[in-house]
């Protein structure tokens, strides 16, 4: 799983804790993870992440969001 992540604040963000999920058709999850991704992203900035997620092949479906960011000020 990879994207890029854009830091619109005035802090450097250096962590990120991702909620990733997969689903099936009847939109039951498959399973949930918590990701940690160590990252240096500079304010105003955008970087690329990537992490590995377990293959499910009865996926049909996939979220994720940011649960926690750390960061401090540049």
């Known amino acids: ?5 854009y830091n619109g604040s005035d802090w450097v963000v250096t962590r990120i804790i991702l ?5 099936n058709d009847a939109d039951s999850a498959l399973w949930t993870h918590d990701f940690s991704v160590d990252l240096t992203i500079k ?9 590995t997620v377990p293959e499910t092949r009865d996926a049909k479906q996939s979220g994720w969001s940011i649960k926690k960011v750390f ?3 540049e």
């Open 1 to 5: 799983f990879s994207g890029e992540l």
């Open 19 to 23: 909620t990733v999920s997969a689903q």
């Open 43 to 51: 304010p105003l900035t955008t970087e690329p992440f990537s992490i």
């Open 71 to 73: 960061g401090h000020k």
